[in-house]
């Protein structure tokens, strides 16, 4: 059982920055996390993700360039550093582990076994 807590939402004026946590209780060094959002009335979209040892990373095409993924094993922490923030980018933004290590679409929130219960961030024009 692993379980997950986002913290660092908020409200952000547009063109600011915001970086949010997820803390993870129990071994997850071992494997991939991911960032997904969901805005009102909205599919859940896929927004980074990262291997355990962080060296491989994949971007949604509406973030990329913006948001880096990155995380810190000893903490057990994943982070998503979002500059140039939009109101396209007000969302609940939940993280997500893949415990089975086996991933065959990063994209997909159906790869993902655990969730956090998210965290609002909320971009003001």
């Known amino acids: 059982q692993v379980q997950l807590v986002e913290s660092g939402g908020g409200l952000v004026k547009a063109g600011g920055s915001l970086r949010v946590s997820c803390a993870a209780s129990?071994?997850?060094?071992?494997?991939?996390m991911a960032w997904f959002r969901q805005a009102p009335g909205k599919d859940r979209e896929f927004v980074a993700a990262i291997s355990w040892k962080g060296g491989t990373k994949f971007y949604g095409d509406s973030v990329k360039g913006r948001f880096v993924i990155s995380r810190d094993n000893a903490k057990n922490t994943v982070y998503l550093q979002m500059n140039n923030l939009g109101p396209e980018d007000t969302a609940v933004y939940y993280c997500a582990v893949d415990v089975d290590n086996v991933i065959v679409d990063w994209t997909s929130a159906e790869e993902y076994d655990y969730w956090g219960q998210g965290t609002q961030v909320t971009v003001s024009s």
């Open positions: 129990g071994r997850t060094a071992t494997y991939a």
